[in-house]
């Protein structure tokens, strides 16, 4: 009877603990979604060097998976990986068309907790699109990778322990050799912390 006693408060003890945890510090994952514009201009892509001048907006989709650490009652710092899906994604000028298929994303991010639940927040990291390319022309089409950096900036906000809500802004620079590729995003987001 004694042992099931002392079972029974490490029991309370630990889901006491549990109840008070930090949102903003340990693992997380989520799905996101929104807006993205992709914007060329003469990009070296799959293909080579093009010609095309073309911007191409959609809708995108993803997953994520991150990892925070709070450093201070209000400095948070953390990594995250992510994996995102354009919508119809592909534009062009008729003879030159791009077709981004999806997107691996891996950044960090800084953040300073305004109150308990509300995290403001920049991010840095890198970006690899893999597109396809086809040109009518000549006709060929190849299928490539643009390697490139992103900024971004969002607020998340804990709507339970362990559920919040994102909204963040992020540009991306996909530029490879002298041709320019750049991609805005907004982006909404809804995470679970373990």
Request: glycine share 12%; hydrophobic share 40%; net charge neutral.
């Given at each position: 009877?004694?042992?099931?006693?002392i079972v029974?408060?490490?029991a309370?003890?630990?889901a006491a603990?549990?109840?008070?945890?930090?949102t903003?510090?340990g693992?997380?994952?989520g799905?996101?979604?929104g807006?993205?514009?992709?914007?060329?201009?003469d990009?070296?892509t799959?293909?080579?060097a093009?010609?095309?001048?073309?911007?191409?907006?959609?809708?995108?989709?993803?997953i994520?998976?991150?990892?925070?650490?709070?450093?201070t009652?209000?400095?948070?710092?953390g990594?995250?990986a992510?994996?995102?899906?354009?919508?119809?994604?592909?534009?062009?000028?008729?003879?030159?068309?791009?077709?981004?298929k999806r997107?691996?994303?891996?950044?960090?991010?800084a953040?300073?907790?305004v109150?308990?639940?509300?995290?403001?927040?920049?991010?840095?990291g890198?970006?690899?699109?893999?597109a396809g390319t086809?040109?009518?022309a000549?006709?060929?089409?190849?299928s490539?990778?643009?390697?490139?950096w992103?900024?971004?900036?969002?607020?998340?906000?804990?709507?339970t322990?362990?559920?919040?809500?994102?909204?963040?802004?992020?540009?991306?620079?996909?530029?490879?050799?002298?041709?320019?590729?750049n991609?805005n995003?907004?982006?909404?987001?809804?995470?679970y912390?373990?």
């Amino acid at each position: 009877m004694k042992t099931i006693a002392i079972v029974a408060a490490a029991a309370v003890a630990l889901a006491a603990t549990s109840a008070h945890a930090d949102t903003f510090s340990g693992p997380s994952v989520g799905v996101q979604g929104g807006w993205e514009q992709n914007s060329v201009n003469d990009p070296t892509t799959g293909v080579g060097a093009t010609s095309l001048h073309a911007k191409g907006d959609t809708g995108t989709l993803g997953i994520f998976a991150g990892y925070d650490y709070k450093l201070t009652p209000h400095a948070v710092i953390g990594a995250q990986a992510e994996l995102n899906f354009p919508i119809s994604a592909h534009f062009g000028d008729g003879n030159t068309t791009i077709d981004p298929k999806r997107s691996i994303d891996l950044s960090l991010r800084a953040g300073y907790l305004v109150d308990t639940k509300t995290l403001l927040y920049v991010r840095g990291g890198y970006s690899n699109v893999r597109a396809g390319t086809s040109v009518a022309a000549v006709p060929v089409y190849a299928s490539g990778s643009q390697n490139g950096w992103l900024l971004g900036a969002g607020v998340e906000r804990a709507v339970t322990k362990n559920i919040t809500g994102r909204l963040e802004y992020r540009y991306t620079d996909l530029s490879e050799g002298n041709g320019k590729w750049n991609r805005n995003q907004v982006l909404a987001g809804v995470a679970y912390h373990f």
